[in-house]
């Protein structure tokens, strides 16, 4: 709770005790009068404030002059009569109770989003002659060596030179598992340094950087309104005095015809109480802005409360395979020797050790399959011979690695294999060894993402990707998606996502890594990227942005905009519907004004309460 909220909840505590206090005492006339209107200003001075300058500045129509009216002419009948001067001061006070609940639930929306902005970072630090000098990070230039100590945020994004650490990106990615760094790594700005001193190389300027463009992402997002939001606006600055209109006619035409001024009026003052549309007005926007701070404390950015709004709708759901069900990087699947003078880790052995120059992605899988490349082996002659592999000399005989048409050349006899990947044959002296697959591993939830799509509702699931038919046959069936589209070029990509768009129904979400998929990603009605930290491209292009590799948020970014809009409609149906009927009973005398507190007050409370749930994102 700010120190706003602490003076306005005292304000209304104070009110409060003293609106009591005056019922326990008999009091008459202007001694009465002034009494009350101590509790009445303590309360409700802002208000009576903003209607001022609302009138002054031509913008009077708003919910501060329809409830400065309504209590000023409550107090005025219970002075002609010398009447109850309760129901003024209690409209105000209840009317602030309503204010400040919206208060405290807007709070807990923007505290998730704050915890966000603590990424922010104050200074780095960059090496002089004198030592480490404190700078504003946007003076740091690219290529500028800082210095990370334990507990600092990393402030620029860059590559570990010097040291190793564990960082926390919790905040980055939702993620609570530290993760590990050395030498080499590409760390990202907002993450914070946990123990390691770690030497920074910085590859990006500070304004350029992660933790700055999520900031700049997460700040425009509150200005992209939905569509119920300026539907809501709209009705609000047409019905706010539509209803002054009506509440004036409500006092005047009965008199002139029944006479009984009073009650007519104080009929028309209850219509004004009744018609406020605080719920409507406060409720909607702030259930938006509670869905994107609910979706921000699971790493899922949205850009705006539009693209949440269009991503409830969302019925067909378009995939990139590489590096959104499949981790984009090649792993060693299986090793089948073919020749009695190789065991399987023999054969790896020497494909690693043949391998261990190369920077080809293929060459890294090997290598990481088997690390232990300092042993007694003599590696040398190597020769890397174009769209064919690698050929050196290990412990004196030739060790040739590559793809069939390499074995062709050297003459061995090769044989093919039965299990879906890249396969990389061996020879040593000319005679065939066997062979390494190597494939692009599936993710460990994207199984469960894809099962969690259908439950959630979405009605179809595509998968789009470059690779070959046999591997995307493969995925495809892992992962049971009965829709694929194999050997894309990035135009076809396109193209095969229009006719998807085209054919479909309901809304279309493409999801993928924001770097090769910007086009579609742009093309999409929603385009989510996936583990997209650090890509310019993704943040640019995508509507959605998840901050890791999880493809469990997907689903769970549609079911938080499911569960927002549903209480949007909620609030919308619940305002109007109460309202209604309480207009109707105010207008025939069948409601007072503590029907119309609770028709203003107590229904923008109960919607508040129901924009808060929103906050608790549903599993």
């Given at each position: 709770m700010n120190s706003k909220q602490k003076k306005n909840l005292a304000r209304i505590l104070i009110a409060a005790v003293l609106l009591i206090i005056l019922n326990f005492v008999e009091l008459h006339g202007a001694k009465k009068f002034f009494l009350y209107l101590i509790p009445y200003l303590i309360v409700g001075y802002d208000i009576l404030l903003k209607?001022?300058?609302?009138?002054?500045?031509?913008?009077?129509?708003?919910?501060?002059?329809?409830?400065?009216?309504?209590?000023?002419?409550?107090?005025?009948?219970?002075?002609?009569?010398?009447?109850?001067?309760?129901?003024?001061?209690a409209v105000m006070l209840f009317y602030q109770i309503g204010e400040w609940f919206q208060s405290y639930a807007v709070g807990r929306s923007r505290k998730n989003i704050s915890e966000l902005m603590d990424i922010r970072p104050d200074f780095a630090n960059v090496e002089t002659s004198d030592g480490l000098e404190q700078v504003d990070p946007d003076e740091v230039e690219v290529g500028t060596m800082i210095v990370v100590q334990p507990g600092e945020k990393i402030p620029i994004d860059g590559l570990v030179v010097e040291g190793s650490s564990t960082l926390n990106t919790v905040?980055?990615?939702?993620?609570?598992?530290?993760?590990?760094?050395?030498?080499?790594?590409?760390?990202?700005?907002?993450?914070?340094?946990?123990?390691?001193?770690?030497?920074?190389?910085?590859?990006?300027?500070?304004?350029?950087?992660t933790a700055t463009k999520i900031l700049e992402l997460i700040e425009d997002a509150s200005s992209r309104k939905s569509k119920s939001e300026n539907f809501i606006a709209k009705f609000a600055r047409i019905y706010t005095p539509a209803v002054v209109i009506c509440a004036a006619?409500?006092?005047?035409?009965?008199?002139?015809?029944?006479?009984?001024?009073?009650?007519?009026?104080?009929?028309?003052?209850?219509?004004?109480?009744?018609?406020?549309?605080?719920?409507?007005?406060?409720?909607?926007?702030?259930?938006?802005?509670?869905?994107?701070?609910?979706?921000?404390?699971?790493?899922?950015?949205?850009?705006?409360?539009?693209?949440?709004?269009?991503?409830?709708?969302?019925?067909?759901?378009?995939?990139?395979?590489?590096?959104?069900?499949?981790?984009?990087s090649f792993e060693v699947d299986a090793v089948h020797s073919k020749n009695l003078n190789f065991d399987e880790e023999k054969l790896l052995h020497l494909a690693a050790h043949v391998e261990r120059y190369s920077t080809h992605p293929i060459a890294n899988s090997l290598r990481k399959a088997y690390p232990n490349e300092r042993d007694d082996c003599t590696?040398?002659?190597?020769?890397?011979?174009?769209?064919?592999?690698?050929?050196?000399?290990?412990?004196?005989?030739?060790?040739?690695?590559?793809?069939?048409?390499?074995?062709?050349?050297?003459?061995?006899?090769?044989?093919?294999?039965?299990?879906?990947?890249?396969?990389?044959?061996?020879?040593?002296?000319?005679?065939y060894a066997g062979h390494v697959v190597i494939s692009d591993a599936i993710k460990p939830h994207a199984k469960e993402a894809v099962d969690a799509l259908k439950n959630s509702g979405v009605e179809k699931i595509f998968m789009l990707t470059g690779d070959t038919e046999k591997i995307a046959a493969k995925v495809a069936a892992e992962l049971d998606i009965k829709n694929f589209r194999s050997e894309l070029l990035p135009a076809d990509k396109v193209s095969e996502f229009e006719k998807i768009l085209a054919a479909s129904s309901g809304s279309v979400a493409f999801v993928g890594d924001g770097i090769n998929d910007a086009p579609v990603l742009s093309r999409a009605d929603v385009g989510i990227a996936m583990g997209a930290l650090g890509s310019?491209?993704?943040?640019?292009?995508?509507?959605?942005?998840?901050?890791?590799?999880?493809?469990?948020?997907?689903?769970?970014?549609?079911?938080?905009?499911?569960?927002?809009?549903?209480?949007v409609k909620q609030n919308i149906f619940f305002a109007i519907g109460v309202k209604f009927l309480c207009l109707i009973g105010g207008a025939f005398g069948l409601a007072n004004m503590w029907a119309a507190i609770f028709a203003d007050v107590g229904v923008m409370i109960l919607a508040v309460l129901n924009a808060i749930r929103i906050l608790v994102a549903p599993r």
């Open positions: 209607a001022f300058h609302g009138l002054k500045n031509f913008r009077a129509f708003d919910e501060s002059l329809l409830m400065t009216i309504a209590t000023v002419g409550a107090f005025a009948l219970a002075i002609h009569d010398d009447g109850d001067c309760n129901e003024a001061v905040a980055l990615t939702g993620e609570s598992l530290p993760r590990e760094i050395s030498v080499g790594a590409e760390v990202i700005s907002g993450c914070i340094n946990l123990n390691g001193v770690l030497k920074i190389r910085t590859t990006k300027d500070f304004g350029e950087s006619a409500l006092a005047i035409v009965p008199s002139i015809i029944f006479g009984n001024w009073e009650t007519w009026i104080y009929r028309a003052l209850i219509f004004l109480v009744i018609s406020c549309p605080c719920a409507l007005v406060i409720s909607i926007p702030l259930s938006f802005f509670a869905g994107l701070g609910g979706a921000s404390r699971e790493g899922i950015l949205i850009k705006g409360s539009n693209f949440l709004e269009t991503l409830s709708k969302v019925q067909t759901v378009v995939m990139d395979k590489t590096g959104t069900l499949t981790k984009g590696v040398e002659s190597v020769e890397e011979i174009a769209g064919r592999g690698i050929r050196a000399k290990v412990n004196g005989q030739i060790v040739c690695v590559g793809n069939e048409k390499f074995m062709d050349e050297v003459g061995a006899r090769w044989k093919s294999c039965y299990k879906v990947g890249t396969i990389i044959h061996v020879a040593v002296d000319g005679e310019d491209a993704a943040i640019e292009a995508a509507d959605v942005v998840l901050t890791d590799d999880d493809p469990l948020k997907i689903s769970r970014a549609i079911k938080i905009s499911r569960k927002c809009l549903g209480i």
